[in-house]
Structures are given as C-alpha cells and as structure tokens.
C-alpha cells in the first residue's frame, strides 16, 4: 500500500481493467438531500488524480438537485475480479463552465443532442415523447455545431476519505482508510 491515496488509487484503477471488469469507469455515486434522504446510481469516471474526480451528468438531474442542497458525494468502485473495492467521500463543486464545454463538443453527436432531449430525472408521457424530442434537435441542430445546454457539465469530489478493500482469506480482508487530518493524509487499518 502506497503513502498516497491517489497513487494507490491509480495503481487499482490501472489493475481492474487488466481483469477485463465490465464498464471499468464505471462507480456507483451516493448523494443525499437537505433531509438527509440518500439515492445511489452508477456514472462514469473521466478524470481523477490528486485535484479531485471528475464525472459529468445533468445539472438539473435528481443527483444534481441533491447536490446542490447538500455537495457531500459518496463513491463506490467494486472489481469483483480483482476482489477489490474502494470507497471515497468527500465535497463536490461544479467544474469550470469551459472545461465541461471541452469534454462535450469531444462527445458522439448523438449523445450531444441526447443531453438536449433528455431533461434528465424528469417525468415524461412516455419513449415516443424522448424520440420525438431528439428527431426535433437533430433536425434544430442539422449541419451545425451543436452547443452544450447550460445545465449539463462536470462535477469535482474533492475526497477527504478513502477505503481501499481487497478480499482476504477466511473473511479476514484487508481494509486500508486515508483520511484527510490538518491538511495531511493520515493512513489506518480497519477490521474487517
Ligand atoms: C454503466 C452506466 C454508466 C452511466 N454513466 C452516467 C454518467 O456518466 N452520467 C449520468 O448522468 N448518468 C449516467 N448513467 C445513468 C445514471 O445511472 C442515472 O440513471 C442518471 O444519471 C439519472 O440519475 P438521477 O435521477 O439520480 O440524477 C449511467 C448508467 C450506467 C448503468
């Protein structure tokens, strides 16, 4: 085990997809509201290292709604193959407007004008309404660049807390937390 969270982090994350883990961006992201109701759902990871980790959604979305009442943020990487799992809480902050404008004009154009359909976690009558919307951008959007709507971009967790889990034998597995203590990271042994 490394010093360093994150470069312990990255060592794991560059070991599961040697393992041919299935979506190997991919975590499940815990967020709650003002009242303390939680909701979990799976998102991609497109940046990490010692400034944060970066995923990108829907401002406007549920988790976006929670995130805005409440920005603690809670993330789960499970690697079954790797029999590893790692856990990471912390603080999440809206990325800088031109770096998620960057990562969405690098994005299919389907999926460009799928952000435009889609007012993510809202109610709608039903699939032909989504499919209805999206032939209406496309054609809006023809022969054109297409803008990134104003409520779609990045979010940052900005961790203080790590678990780093791998399986043991005889249910004896191994459980290293980092904490964030006075601005260093302090390194701990868990019971498993
Ligand atoms: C493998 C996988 C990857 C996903 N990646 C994202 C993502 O990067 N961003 C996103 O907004 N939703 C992603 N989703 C959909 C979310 O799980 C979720 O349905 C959506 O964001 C709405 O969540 P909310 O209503 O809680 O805000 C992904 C789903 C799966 C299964």
Redesign the pocket.
Same mark, same amino acid.
Do not use: A
């Given at each position: 085990m490394f010093r360093d969270p994150f470069t312990q982090f990255a060592r794991w994350y560059s070991e599961r997809a040697a393992r041919g883990t299935a979506?190997p961006d *991919?975590f499940s992201l815990g967020t709650a509201d003002s009242s303390g109701s939680v *909701?979990v @759902?799976?998102?991609?990871l497109k940046e990490y290292g010692p400034e944060g980790f970066v &995923? &990108?959604?829907?401002y406007e *979305? @549920?988790?976006?709604y929670q995130l805005s009442q409440n920005p603690a943020a809670a993330m789960l990487f499970y690697w079954p193959e790797s029999s590893r799992q790692v856990r990471i809480e912390g603080i999440v902050s809206r990325i800088p407007e031109n770096e998620s404008l960057n990562y969405f004009m690098s994005r299919p154009r389907e999926s460009q004008i799928g952000a435009w359909a889609s007012n993510? *976690?809202t109610t709608i009558p039903g699939r032909s309404f989504l499919e209805k919307r999206f032939a209406e951008f496309e054609e809006k959007f023809r022969g054109k660049d297409i803008p990134k709507p104003p409520y779609w971009g990045g979010y940052r967790i900005i961790p203080s807390w790590f678990e780093f889990w791998q399986e043991g034998e005889h249910r004896l597995h191994h459980r290293t937390v980092f904490r964030l203590e006075k601005g260093k990271w302090t390194r701990y042994t868990l019971a498993p």
């Open positions: 979506y *991919s *909701s @759902r799976t998102v991609l &995923f &990108f959604t829907n *979305s @549920r988790k976006g993510q *976690s």
